[in-house]
């Protein structure tokens, strides 16, 4: 079971890059390295954008594997595709997780990991008060589809095509849809943001 971390967006409405949020004494990025590593995913693949090397001196992501994608803009799926490539092995299964939702638990994306391991469906996804969240899950039969989808449309494209590969996995865990996108939500889902070292407030 491998993890997909997608950080090679700009960040442009955050304005500081996502990855390196702080969050409960440490940053988004390396809580879900943490998180999905607790919960049984092995190998973790992170992709980064432009931002790679700011992120890679201030985070210590250990054995993580790190690949960047030169055209960030081109979106999630492509990220996604470029993680895929640094699988090898192919993994039975794969979790997409984006870093800017930071707060899912470990016991979740475990729960997940044991139910698409046991069961019929290859596309698991969470839900928290009757709304879809992340991380997705995939198996590997879905992998072609995955390489084969308008970029413009991203993963959605494979689960809308594949209605009965899916199931949706009610959780207790309200991170699997804490989206923290701008500073806003910043404050919404975890607090007041910490003032950046020239003294100011972050961005």
């Known amino acids: 079971m491998a993890a997909v971390i997608l950080a090679a967006g700009a960040s442009r409405r955050m ?20 998180t999905h590593r607790s919960a049984g995913a092995d190998p973790i693949v992170v992709v980064l954008g ?18 960047r994608n030169p055209e960030p803009d081109s979106g999630p799926l492509a990220s996604l595709r470029i993680g895929m490539g640094a699988l090898d092995p192919e993994p039975d299964c794969l979790l997409m997780q984006p870093v800017d939702h930071p707060l899912v ?13 046991d069961g019929p469906h290859a596309i698991l996804i969470p839900t928290y008060a009757g709304r879809r969240g992340h991380p997705t899950l995939f198996a590997r039969r879905l992998f ?17 095509g594949n209605p009965h590969e899916m199931r949706e996995v009610p959780v207790d865990d309200p991170g699997v849809r804490a989206d923290v996108d701008t500073p806003a939500d ?8 910490p003032p950046d070292r020239n003294g100011g407030e972050s961005r």
Do not use: C, M, N, W
């Open 15 to 34: 304005g500081s890059p996502k990855a390196l949020l702080p969050v409960a004494g440490t940053t988004f990025l390396a809580r879900l390295v943490v």
């Open 186 to 193: 910043y404050q919404a889902h975890i607090g007041p943001r």
């Open 105 to 117: 638990r470990p016991e979740t994306v475990a729960h997940l990991i044991r139910l698409v391991l």
């Open 50 to 67: 432009p931002d790679a090397e700011r992120v890679t001196d201030a985070v210590d992501l250990g054995a993580v594997r790190i690949v």
């Open 144 to 160: 072609p589809a995955l390489r084969a989808a308008p970029l413009d449309q991203g993963a959605r494209a494979v689960i809308r």
